[in-house]
């Protein structure tokens, strides 16, 4: 698609790059280049050969990348350098350079072929979920069953995320065996075998408590496992859910409800929810 040409742009480099992230990382649906160089130009950001070496730049600086799915390219955030994902958390690949403020925890992933790299929204919510509930709630850190469970762990990063931010151990679980091999080499990455084990444990088969379960699952698993997860959650224990369509929040919760639980904290991303929930 051609660019349309732009009277009066303002071609200021630093605007135009805020205002291309800002695009990317705040449509609530994937942009094709053909509609972020129509919104720009129509916004009098830039002209055409401006824009078009900005978004070389950011691409070759893996700010944003392409992706293609169906014959159709996208032009979305790039998860492929250190990223912060929450007040506290930055993903990294591990042949990246970054320097954290003192207060930052960086969990080094793996790209494989495992959910959780930190490029889909619903990974994000979870893990500002987990920081949320663990802010909110210090008392899990030291509670009886003060250990984690992760439900459908893929990557691993949530098990990771909420030991390094206080959790004393967790446990991660997968059906997928590819998912399990990949969680435990990113553990060890980042040197967490000691407080983390992945063991091939069905989740209906966890009898023992936890403080918090972390589930990042579509809305049918969730909701069918809403008395299990009940069951094994003490009385003040916290419930992070992840991979929810904001239009499935509603009925979700109500299943939640009904089995003691309530919504202490929700955020959504590109049409995405994730909430924490208290046992109550």
Known sequence: ????????????????????????????????????????CGNNIADAKTLKAMI????????IKYTYQFGCSFIEKSYERPVRISNRVILKPPD???????QDIVIEILKGASFGFGDHPTTRLAILGIEAALTANRDILTAENSRALDIGTG??????????LGMPGAVGIDIDPCARNEAKINVE???????????????VD??????????????????????????????????????IRSYEVENLLSGFTRNGFKCTWKADEKEWTGMVLIRV
């Open 1 to 40: 698609m051609p660019f349309k040409t732009c009277e009066n742009p303002k071609q200021d480099p630093e605007t135009l790059r805020r205002e291309v992230l800002a695009m990317v990382e705040e449509s609530k649906q994937r942009l094709t280049p053909g509609r972020l160089k129509k919104q720009l």
């Open 56 to 63: 070389r730049d950011l691409v070759s600086n893996r700010d």
């Open 96 to 102: 990246t350079v970054f320097e954290p403020a003192p």
């Open 155 to 164: 990557s691993g990063v949530l098990a990771m995320a909420a030991v390094l």
């Open 189 to 203: 990455l980042n040197g967490l075998e000691h407080r983390i084990a992945i063991p091939d444990t069905a989740v």
């Open 206 to 243: 966890i009898k023992q408590p936890y403080a918090m379960i972390v589930a990042n699952l579509r809305y049918p698993t969730l909701r069918r496992l809403c008395s299990h997860m009940a069951e094994i959650t003490p009385k003040n224990g916290v419930v992070v859910v992840s991979g």
